[in-house]
């Protein structure tokens, strides 16, 4: 359609009708014959004469159930105008990929586009039109459960992951069958909850709103993403859904963002106990004039809006407006032309969980984990050495993680059956040892004794999915008991023991580096999780992967991340006096820093240099610094550039990622990476919410991880 002709249709609406498309319900009444709300339905509050005018679904799939659907409700469309289906598709369909942090962990964007793509292809044939993904906001605290859909601490990096989400997801354009919608979320601040307890306050100043929080979310409206999901959180003590500052003057004016912007499940009727709204009334009036186009799964408009607007408290042009933005996605997405887009039953049987999806699903987990300590224990050698395999995530553990919606947790690639297709039947030891929060006597018994016919112990332990995602905070991040007991007990065989992680937020991992020789990171790795971790195990995949978020010494220090500020009485330059910031009792640094992560093999930097002393204006300033592959193997490397501002008109971070670039490397080969630096760069967020970089001196480092201490100096005159 024109959009003359989307014009014309919006005129011919009723007013119900406009109303109907700002509502989003779940598919469940859709089902029914006649659309009726029957049963524990009616517990829901659904309106029923919502049901055959709202625009949009949530949580429907399926090639032939969406038809169906879309079929039965524009029999019942006066105008014909037809659903858009949508869901969380959040780190794969039915083939999982790792965690957002996982696949974070991978420093590869490609990657990323890559299983955003593959998601796309199994949501689009399932029937689905948009995903509630990605999710990019920045989070500082491991304690928050949702920080396994993010890509981590870093505005830098998540600005990069964003993008590549949102192109992975919509492609080129939607002449490709296969492109689905993406939506941003969450708008805004959404993972930095006060205690790290979820739905909490968030309470920082617009000035660091801006620098830290805000950035992903731009880099994925710059990129094009359709939609905006807004937090459940205050901004400046307004809830996100009814705040017109936000969604309005930042959102859509400042930024021009022109697309469509819903709610989170039920955030427009929790204005209610936000206490900003004395009834659902006020609710749906604040939430339409703060900009805010659909409402889902409470029906505040449907009740409300009608007699707001005949009031005269909601302008019917704002209304109009919003309709507007939903018609023109519609429109995106072809849906008045085919209203089935790309459903396709047989195309679904072809390419839902297809074997070239999983071989894709693997690859990214092998770049997702990390190795974050080795003795000398890895990797393992399948001929020589006995293993046992002794943990609740050898087998039969859901190691998807949450937010794998559709995913089978029993599909998935088990360690055990991964490592009987690679290891000598003779050579390969198991028993489960423990359950996750559980364990008994005979069940360690079993363990010690097993463990004691082998030269190496293979110990898989973790959280189960349900700890970690939305509603799942925690005080104590530390491993299970009976786990930590398993570890312990193993231990005083005096063999070497490989932990292999399964876990959805930073850890405190102090008791499993005590007793641990190798510790792999493995997160919640997907489809291919054994697949994957078998492969590096015994070597045939060198680990790459680089920590997204800091791991702390203990939950005492949260929030602990690499680019914090220097106070007036810094630790470095004043270790052993007693007025100086740190802890009596812990580091003021994390067990495993921002970017850390290691190698079958080691890499050697050196030659930092800089194209000039001075970054001039429109200019842009090379540093190169030359990478050596130094250890007996081939493997990859994240070669990372951070950036300190020395004098700046506010405080200014420690130093700051501006740079990363993924390389391989053979053995003794070198190559020289060389990353751009310009003054835009450079720029942040001033004390009167300008935006400019300083003059003055400037320090640039090269390295490994974000500890890296050789440098150089240039100035900005």
Partial sequence: MKEIELTELLNKMTLKEKIGQLSQIISEPYTSEDFEITGPLTELGIPQDLVPLAGSVLGASGAEANMTIQEQYLKQSRLKIPLIFMADIIHGYKTIFPIPLGI????????????????????????????????????????????????????????????????????????????????VKHFAGYGAPEGGRDYNTVNMSERQLREDYMSAYKAAVDSGTELVMTSFNTVDGIPSSGNRWLLHDVLREEWGFDGVVISDWGAVK???????????????????????????????????????????????????????????????????????????????????????????????????MVLLKNDAALPL???KQKIALIGPFSKGENMLGAWSWKGEPESASQLLDSLKD??????????????????????????????????VIVLALGESADMSGEAASLTDIRLPNSQIELLKRLSKLDKPIVTVLFNGRPLDLNNIDKYSDAILEAWFPGSEGGSAISNILIGRTNPSGKLPMSFPENVGQIPVYYNHFSTGRPVETTPDKKYSSKYLDCSNYPKYAFGYGLSYTTFKYSDLTLSDNELKDDEALEVTVTVTNSGPVRGKEVVQLYVRDLIGEVVRPERELKGFEKITLDSGESTEVTFKLTRDMLSYVHSDLSVSADEGEFEVFAGGNSLVTGSKKFVIK
């Fill in 104 to 183: 974070g962990s991978s420093w590869n964007t490609e990657l990323a586009k890559l299983s955003a793509r593959v998601s796309a292809v199994e949501t689009a044939v399932s029937g689905l039109h948009v995903t509630f993904s990605p999710m990019v906001d920045l989070v500082r605290d491991p304690r928050w459960g949702r920080v396994m859909e993010t890509t981590g601490e870093d505005k830098f990096l998540n600005e990069r992951f964003a993008e590549a989400f949102v192109q992975g997801y919509q492609g080129e354009d939607y002449t490709d069958p296969y492109s689905i919608a993406s939506c």
């Fill in 270 to 368: 929790e204005l209610l106990p936000h206490g900003v709204a004395a009834d659902e009334k006020e609710a749906a009036r604040k939430a339409i004039n703060a900009t805010l186009d659909i409402e889902m799964m409470t029906f505040t408009y449907i009740k409300h809006l009608e007699e707001l607007i005949n009031e005269g408290s909601v302008s019917e042009q704002i209304m109009d407006d919003a309709v507007l933005r939903i018609l023109r996605l519609k429109n995106k997405l072809g849906l008045f032309e085919n209203p089935y887009r790309s459903a396709d039953a047989e195309k679904e049987k072809e390419l839902v969980f297809s074997e070239d999806h999983r071989e894709k699903a693997c690859k990214v987990a092998e770049e997702s």
């Fill in 381 to 383: 050698n399948v001929e």
């Fill in 422 to 455: 690679r290891l000598p039947a003779a050579n390969l030891l198991y028993a489960k040892g423990s359950e996750i929060n559980t364990t008994t006597e005979k069940l360690l018994t079993e363990a010690e004794v097993t463990a004691s016919k082998a030269d």
